[in-house]
């Protein structure tokens, strides 16, 4: 499966972006969907994660303030960033789980197709 992430930026803190993701493959539906991040000089953090029923996960510094959502009829995964805060500074990534288990992994060794990944900048 093809990712192909998008609406990163420069934003000030307290503001808002939503990212985009689009996939291809015929199984969309039935795959795991996530964003990870990478901060510079960091390692790569799971920020959320989406089932195909629409169960939802999220790391804990994005709790209350990201949304994940996904339309698998266009085959797309969102993230909607609000209340940005100048930690939130990183590459974000979409991946997709494509043989997910019961519950949705946090562990990036699970998720097997990549995004190349969209710089969020938050300014203080």
């Known amino acids: 499966v093809q990712l192909q992430a998008s609406g990163g930026g420069l934003v000030q803190a307290g503001g808002s972006l939503r990212l985009s993701c689009a996939a291809s493959?015929?199984?969309?539906?039935?795959?795991?969907m996530g964003w990870f991040r990478q901060a510079p000089g960091k390692e790569r953090e799971f920020v959320a994660g989406?089932?195909?029923?629409?169960?939802?996960t999220y790391g804990d510094s994005v709790k209350g303030r990201f949304t994940i959502s996904r339309d698998n009829a266009k085959r797309m995964v969102y993230l909607q960033m609000n209340n940005l805060k100048p930690e939130d500074t990183a590459v974000y990534y979409c991946?997709?789980?494509?043989?997910?288990?019961?519950?949705?992994?946090?562990?990036?060794?699970?998720?097997?197709?990549w995004g190349q990944g969209t710089l969020v900048t938050v300014s203080s």
């Open positions: 989406i089932k195909w029923s629409g169960d939802t």
């Open positions: 493959g015929r199984t969309f539906s039935s795959y795991v």
């Open positions: 991946a997709a789980d494509r043989n997910p288990g019961v519950r949705i992994s946090r562990g990036e060794a699970d998720f097997d197709s």
